[in-house]
């Protein structure tokens, strides 16, 4: 037995913006797409309710795994935008979804929290006290943008995704590598007036630089190399940032995946809503392996590698990795 994911599902505001919107802040869509790949990006509602968008994300997700929300004993939400100082969203969500009195907390680890948060959820299955943990990102980042700074207000967006993470057959173990560095909180913060800061070339440097490290050790920790993964997933903060990681990781083509155009950078919900992009897109087959990479406020960052779903039944593995001989 292992712990793979089983279902993804996102959840997005219906308000669009497109670069155009910003084109007041001395900005242009030439700008933007080309220094950054986004096109357009999703706004909530200054007084809708986040956890309800990810109460949505979550419930896609666990009708993709087919669990029920009675299967569910923990939720864990990354964000660093809940609704409320306290309590965090997890408790509200759990409490949407009908699951009943589970361990629900939030985490916050700045753009690298869904991939804290996912190895939380598979070391808590591996030691036997869960089979099923509901892992979500969920951000408006729109409530800490100040949003008459052109270096920072084109690039954030709002949006909520979630994977449940589950015991099942198989034979790859899942395997996360995280790390911070408090020397450099400067580089991107938010501070008590509840905006955030960034030094951007020094947070893509230092971004590119961690991500493509740590996806090359836990690739060798699982004994596997580059051409192993089927599907690479960045944290989606700038389509150069990705591009660069898996230039660097020798992972080309349309085994990267980008929505940064889509969504821009949301943050913690990043890697769960390409996730359910992916899924959407039908780029997720049982078995295939996966490796995620995150950066961001800490400074801190993740990376993993773990599979979608059990392989088919009687077959080592399938997809893209298989073909290419596996491991
Ligand atoms: N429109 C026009 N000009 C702009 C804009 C804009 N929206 N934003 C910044 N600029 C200008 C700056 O004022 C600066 O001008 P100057 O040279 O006259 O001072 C110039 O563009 C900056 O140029 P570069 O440093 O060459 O820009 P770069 O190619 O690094 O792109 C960017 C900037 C998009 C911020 C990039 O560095 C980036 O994406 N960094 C990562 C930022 C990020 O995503 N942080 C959030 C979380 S951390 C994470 O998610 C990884």
């Known amino acids: 037995m292992t712990v793979t994911l089983t279902g993804a599902g996102a959840a997005l505001p219906e308000r669009i913006l497109s670069n155009h919107d910003f084109a007041h802040l ?22 809708a309710s986040l956890a309800e968008l990810a109460a949505l994300a979550c419930e896609r997700a666990l009708s993709d795994a087919g669990v029920t929300p009675q299967d569910i004993g923990h939720v864990v939400v990354a964000t660093s935008t809940a609704d409320r100082i306290s309590p965090g969203m997890a408790v509200e969500i759990a409490t949407l979804l009908g699951i ?22 598979i070391a808590t299955i591996e030691s036997g006290r869960a089979e099923h943990v509901l892992v979500c990102g969920a951000e408006a980042l729109s409530r800490i943008t100040d949003h008459t700074d052109r270096n920072t207000a084109v690039l954030l967006g709002d949006g909520a995704g979630a994977v449940v993470v589950s015991k099942a057959p198989g034979s790859l173990r899942p395997t996360f590598a995280l790390g911070s560095d408090g020397t450099r909180i400067e580089l991107l ?39 192993d993964l089927d599907l690479f997933i960045a944290h989606q903060a700038n389509a150069r940032i990705v591009q660069a990681v898996a230039r660097r990781l020798g992972v080309l083509g349309d085994r990267v995946f980008l929505n940064v155009d889509k969504v821009a950078n949301t943050s913690s919900a990043s890697i769960p809503l390409a996730l359910a992009h992916a899924r959407e897109q039908q780029l997720l087959s049982p078995g ?4 995620l990479a995150a950066f961001g406020a800490g400074l801190s960052w993740g990376a993993g ?16 990795a298989a073909d290419r001989g596996g491991r």
């Open 305 to 320: 590698i773990i599979t979608w779903r059990a392989p088919a039944a009687g077959r080592g593995m399938t997809g893209p």
């Open 189 to 227: 913060y938010v501070g008590q007036d509840r905006l955030m800061r960034m030094r951007g070339r020094e947070i893509f440097e230092s971004a590119v630089d961690a991500m493509a490290d740590h996806t090359e050790l836990v690739l060798k920790q699982s004994g596997l190399s580059p051409d």
């Open 288 to 291: 295939a392996v996966l490796g």
């Open 26 to 47: 001395d900005t242009s869509d030439e700008w933007i797409v080309q220094r950054t790949g986004i096109r357009e990006r999703r706004r909530l509602a200054e007084d």
């Open 100 to 121: 009943d009195r589970p361990a629900a907390f939030d985490l916050s680890a700045g753009c690298s929290g869904f991939v804290y948060a996912l190895d939380h959820a």
